[in-house]
């Protein structure tokens, strides 16, 4: 049996400006490419890992949360003092993978939505970032969501391959 298709090749997304499609392909890559690399490891190779490798528990935490943030700038919001609280609990250990798979589905289920809501009139609508409201186009943010959570699967694969040796 052939390998399944990679999200970005499985063709046109009705409906949406091709910049928007690949952007939603993205995440469903990633959502898949999490699944495949953490959904076997038991909490004890989710969060200690060999040393010297950051666990990919917290990778996966992290991506989670990080597009949930993003995702509020994303909507034109600032932090909540809720998402602010749970920025620090990102670095607290022992979640699931089933409980980090179904985090990472929520923040990508939101990314989607705006994704989707978003018109390429307005790509270059200004957006404020952080608490320096930096100024980024809505695009640019979109984009930017992605390319984050694609680096923090890597970098949780590798680590999940690494605890499983």
Not at 14 to 37: K, N, S
Not at 52 to 74: E, M, Q, V, W
Request: charged residues 25%; contains cysteine.
């Amino acid at each position: 049996m052939s390998p399944p298709v990679e999200p970005w090749l499985r063709g046109l997304l009705p409906g949406l400006d091709p910049v928007i499609a690949h952007l939603v392909r993205a995440g469903e890559q990633v959502r898949e490419d999490m699944e495949r690399a953490i959904s076997s490891l038991n909490t004890s190779k989710l969060w200690f890992p060999p040393a010297g490798i950051t666990p990919a528990g917290f990778h996966a935490k992290h991506l989670a949360g990080s597009t949930d943030r993003l995702c509020s700038y994303l909507a034109g919001e600032q932090l909540s003092a809720e998402r602010l609280a749970r920025l620090s609990a990102e670095s607290v250990t022992g979640d699931t993978a089933e409980e980090l798979l179904k985090a990472i589905a929520v923040a990508l289920a939101r990314y989607e939505s705006l994704l989707r809501g978003l018109r390429r009139q307005e790509f270059d609508t200004l957006r404020e970032v952080g608490r320096r409201r930096l100024k980024v186009t809505a695009i640019g943010l979109a984009i930017h969501i992605a390319e984050h959570a694609q680096r923090h699967t890597g970098q949780a694969i590798t680590a999940a391959q690494a605890a499983i040796r």
